[in-house]
C-alpha cells in the first residue's frame, strides 16, 4: 500500500496492544504481563475510550523515539462512529534514568454531558524498561472515581495492585506474582523501542491487561499517506490484534499510522470495539522536559492477607 493515501477521518481498524520479536520473546522465561486495573472492563462508550486509550499508548512504541532529552506531547482528536466526542493527550518524558508516560482523556460535546470522564493514566519505568509504578485515575458517572496503583517488586517477583474506591470510601489491596517481562499496555512502547520496526512483524507477545492475560498478535502493511492536523504525513500502518490467553475469542484490534520522518509518532489511530470504531487523529505535537505528575502511592492501607497466585487467567 506505499504511496497511497488516506483521509484522517477513516474508521474501523483493529486495535489493542503490541508485540516484540520472536527473539526477544524467547530470550524471555516468562514473557508474560501483568495488569495495572482491577475489576472488568467498563461497559458502553467509557469502556469504549478505556480500550482506544490502551491501543494508543502501546502503538507510540512501534517506532523509535529521537535522541533528544526532552520528551514529546502530542494531542489528538476524537471521533466515535465518526461524531467528535473530545481530544485525548499522550505524554513522553525522560526523567533522569526512568521514563515518564502519561496518557489523559479529555471529552467535549454531547458526551461531556452524558459521559463527564476524565481518566488518566501515568507509569514510570526504570532504566532497561521494566515498569516499576503506574497510576490510573477511573471517572465515573455519578461521582463514581476509582485511583487505582501498581507498583513492582522486581527482586521479590511480586506486584501489588491498590484500588481505592471514592464512592464508598473502601480499599481492595491484592499482591500477585510478578513474572519476568511483564509489561502494562502504558509502558510497553518503551520496553519495545529498541527493536527495529521490521522485527515487529509478525510478533507476537503475552500482556495482562486488568486481570486477563492476552496475546498480542503484529503485522506490518507498508506505506501510506494520511491527513492530519500536521499536514499530510508519510507513515508505515501497523495492525493489532489482541486475543485472550485461552485462544478461543478475540478480544479486539488497532490499526495505527505511525510517521516515518524522526521523531516516529502515531499520527491516527483507529480502534476497533464491540460497538463501533473509535478513530483518533493527531492535531498538535509539542516538546516537553517537564515529567507528567505521578501519585506516590498511600501508606496507610492494609496489607493484604496472602499473595493472590489465582488472577490473570482466561
Do not use: C
Amino acid at each position: 500500500m506505499a504511496g497511497s493515501e488516506s483521509t484522517a477521518s477513516s474508521g474501523g481498524g483493529e486495535g489493542s496492544q503490541m508485540a516484540v520479536s520472536p527473539s526477544t520473546i524467547r530470550s524471555l522465561p516468562e514473557a508474560a504481563g501483568s495488569g495495572p486495573g482491577m475489576g472488568r472492563p467498563r461497559r458502553g462508550v467509557g469502556g469504549g475510550w478505556r480500550v482506544a486509550l490502551l491501543a494508543l499508548a502501546v502503538t507510540v512504541g512501534v517506532g523509535r523515539v529521537s535522541a533528544d532529552p526532552a520528551g514529546v506531547r502530542l494531542t489528538f482528536s476524537v471521533r466515535f462512529r465518526a461524531l467528535p466526542v473530545g481530544s485525548s493527550t499522550y505524554t513522553w518524558v525522560r526523567d533522569g534514568e526512568a521514563v515518564v508516560v502519561a496518557k489523559e482523556l479529555v471529552p467535549s460535546g454531547p458526551l461531556a454531558k452524558l459521559y463527564p470522564v476524565g481518566d488518566r493514566f501515568v507509569a514510570r519505568t526504570d532504566g532497561d524498561g521494566r515498569p516499576t509504578l503506574l497510576y490510573e485515575r477511573i471517572d465515573e458517572p455519578n461521582d463514581r472515581r476509582q485511583d487505582r496503583w501498581t507498583t513492582v517488586d522486581w527482586p521479590r517477583g511480586l506486584a501489588t495492585l491498590l484500588r481505592h474506591d471514592f464512592r464508598t470510601g473502601a480499599w481492595d489491596r491484592r499482591v500477585i506474582p510478578a513474572k519476568q517481562g511483564l509489561q502494562w499496555p502504558l509502558t510497553l512502547p518503551y520496553w519495545i523501542l529498541q527493536r527495529p520496526l521490521a522485527e515487529l512483524d509478525g510478533a507476537t507477545l503475552p500482556l495482562l491487561d486488568g486481570d486477563k492475560e492476552k496475546e498480542v498478535r503484529l503485522h506490518l502493511q507498508g506505506g501510506e499517506r494520511v491527513r492530519t492536523g500536521l499536514g499530510r504525513v508519510e507513515t508505515d500502518r501497523v495492525e493489532g490484534e489482541v486475543w485472550y490467553r485461552s485462544q478461543r475469542q478475540a478480544y479486539g484490534g488497532f490499526t495505527a499510522w505511525v510517521r516515518r520522518a524522526a521523531p516516529p509518532i502515531p499520527v491516527r489511530l483507529t480502534t476497533r470495539l464491540r460497538f463501533g470504531s473509535l478513530a483518533e487523529t493527531v492535531e498538535r505535537e509539542e516538546q516537553t522536559s517537564t515529567p507528567p505528575d505521578l501519585p506516590s502511592v498511600p501508606s496507610t492501607v492494609p496489607p493484604p492477607a496472602a499473595v493472590d497466585t489465582g488472577g490473570g487467567q482466561n
